[in-house]
């Protein structure tokens, strides 16, 4: 006769709840009978009469699903009622078999909560989210401006403007000056090949050349209209500077220890137009994450160091116990699936956020670099598995290197020093001068510092 077995599971979380989250309502649940379960709606008021429901059932803990953006009010009302709150990624809660409800869902939410089966998503601190919210707006209006900058070469080329060939960046210096007085009427193409910036390749020969329109009036509208677009979206950029640059200083104000914090200058570290345009942004990084200097990582540019800043902030990173942690959150980690002591799979998971591709951009440019300890590292992993690989492999080392650095307040020291093209010359000169004196065998004497160091000796 066959005996029935039942396999139990100890309860982690006592005194859970499980929300199941939507658009119109949000399905409450505090057990597994359907007594237990109860609807609210999404207004001000429902909010905090299910924190007070919740309250008066002696609710201590919440689960809920990330479901879009409908579950962020709803957080933000739990957490000022003092529950502990788990986010939970949606592919984690889904249900094993039968239909699928509201009710069912948020039953079976609080049963995995209750079992301690769930675990919390990474959310910023208050300040490192307001941050995240310009600075992701910033993103906005560059994808905007990027646009409008697209649509100025097609109107342009329409026109027969082949400004592009002539010219690096069209929205340069030059590019923007000739456009300008295109839109103000100005057709000739001499004239228009006068605006030539000194730094420009070609001659003014050249690009009055390539400035012979057919000056067709509709295209000259459009072109008009874009370069309005695209001058909103700079000023919309600029706005958003002053803003990161001003909720910046006011976090350093909070903590008056850091203003006394000094960096040395890096003026080898190059901006582009998409930078953000601070005074000082590496003094700013430097107070803001109290002494540690992650602009002495060589491919970490500005932009770069405000993705590390905005996404995860100094006090995230708190939040992953080792590197590793870190790195397999980013999804730069390989996911190894093992199976009777046989790797069956070791390949990075799919899915990105804005600091994983922050890194691999500053990965892609480490790549381009010469005689540093970074890109020989990349160089070792492109020959062997391509520049993919090494553009991942390498994502990962900056992202193990800045955990380390902000975790463990040291510095960076790589065993071989990078030296930007300025050094590079002037060390240069130095190993040249010092064959010279080893070559014609010269003495301090003959150079005339022996008389300078006596008579130094004598004041």
Known sequence: ??????????????????????????????????EDVKEFGVYAEDL?????????????TVAMESTGDYWQNLYT??????????????????NAKGKKTDVKDCRWIQKLHTLGLLTGSFLPDLETEQLRTYCRQRGNWIELASSATHKMQKFLKLLNFRLDVVV???????????????????LDPYQLAEHRHYNCRKPKEEIARALHSNNRPDYLFGLEQELENYKFCQRKIKACDHQIERTLKVHIKLH??????????????????NAPQMKDMNQLAF?????????????????????????????????????????????????????????????????????????????????NLKDTHLSDFFRRVAYRK??????????????????????????YQPPKQY??????????????????IDKFELKPEDLGFANNLNTNNLI
Not at 337 to 357: E, F, M, W
Request: net charge positive; aromatic share 6%; charged share 25%.
């Open 1 to 34: 006769m066959e005996r029935k077995m039942k396999i139990g599971m100890d309860v982690v979380n006592f005194n859970a709840s499980g929300i199941d989250v939507g658009s119109r309502s949000h399905y409450v649940a505090i057990g597994q009978e359907l």
């Open 287 to 367: 107070q803001y994450f109290d002494g540690v200097d992650l602009f002495a990582i060589e491919g970490l540019s500005h932009a770069s160091i405000l993705s590390i800043m905005s996404e995860i902030g100094p006090e995230g990173f708190k939040k992953f116990r080792t590197a590793k942690h870190f790195t397999s959150w980013l999804r730069l980690a390989p996911n190894n699936k093992i199976s009777g002591g046989k790797i069956l799979s070791n390949r990075v998971p799919k899915g990105s956020n804005r600091l994983k591709i922050a890194l691999r951009q500053a990965a892609n440019a480490i790549g």
């Open 386 to 411: 391509g520049r993919h690989s090494a553009v991942s492999a390498t994502a990962r080392k900056l992202a193990v290197i800045v955990w380390n650095m902000i975790t463990k307040k040291i510095a």
């Open 419 to 436: 030296l930007f093209l300025d050094q590079k010359r002037k060390l240069g000169l130095v190993n040249r001068i010092k064959k010279q």
């Open 256 to 273: 008056p220890e850091r203003k006394k914090l000094n960096t040395v200058e890096k003026p080898h570290k190059r901006t582009n137009k």
């Open 48 to 60: 905090t009469a299910l924190c007070q429901w919740l309250l008066e059932c002696g609710v201590t």
């Open 168 to 186: 690096k960046d069209v929205c340069g210096l030059t590019g923007m000056k000739i456009i300008e007085d295109i839109c103000r009427g100005n």
């Open 77 to 94: 009302e739990l957490i000022g009622f003092g529950f502990e709150v788990v986010l939970a990624n949606g592919k984690f809660t889904k």
